[in-house]
């Protein structure tokens, strides 16, 4: 076995840390805002201490009456802020942590939104370029093909049809891959009834479909939908045949449905 070098053990340490730091600062906040209530618990009788002596000095000072007056909140700070000290470099230690943690997922949700947008935009081209050189046709073909393979992949069992009372024919749902029970009619009519709501509202979610067509909600549908800056919904039909002969109706999505869709 290939002895790992302490140059290579500490890149990978490195690299893991660089991975992790979101975490890793969130962490070393969330235990640092902790012990900052720890730290400000301990130093409060200490304080209250301070300030008794204080008051005590200054009461039997010389030319003191030895009548012990209360204390100014200026002089609150200056008596006992030594005191605090420790903790305010912890809580502010702390919070610097949860802000760089904030800011670094920040940073990398952008990268990643931007890669999205360029891989989109990519697909769509691609996209484009195949309908231009092999035609509407074939390139349906293509996509009758992907969704065949689809089906084979996730077959039909037929205690997990879901029966939406819409119809009769089989259709499956690329995204949740989903068996149930619609119509093709009215599948369009519910897609018909989301656009115009998108014109309204100038977007719509995932579940907002499922529910249109009778399917339950899933725990991304409120995560993902549709903007009407990137279009409106659109939706792919191929009519397949299971192993047992039953014809499928096969559902995919022209324009694939987003994260942060309500900002466009």
Known sequence: MKKLSLQTIVRNVRTAADE????????????????????????????CQCIDNEKYERAYADGADGFVRD????????????CYLPAAITGTLSIACLIGGSSVNHKRNAALATAYTLSET????????????IGEKKEQSVRDAIAKDKLVRNPVKSNEVVITGKGETLCYDSISGRYFKSDIDKI?????????????????????????????????????????DRGLLELDFSAQLMENGEPCLAID???QPKHNFSLA
């Open 20 to 47: 992790r730091s979101p975490e890793i600062l969130t962490g070393i906040g969330i235990a640092g805002m902790i012990i900052t209530v720890v730290m400000t618990a301990r130093a409060t009788p200490k304080a």
């Open 71 to 82: 204390l100014k909140p200026i002089d609150y700070v200056k008596v006992t802020w030594r």
């Open 122 to 133: 990519a697909l769509k081209e691609y996209k484009n370029k195949v309908v231009e050189t």
């Open 188 to 228: 369009k009519k519910a897609l018909n009834e989301l656009n115009k709501q998108m014109l309204e509202e100038m977007y719509v979610s995932l579940n907002d479909f499922y529910y249109a067509i009778g399917l339950k909600s899933t725990s991304l549908g409120d995560d993902l939908g549709w903007n009407i």
């Open 253 to 255: 999505y022209r324009i």
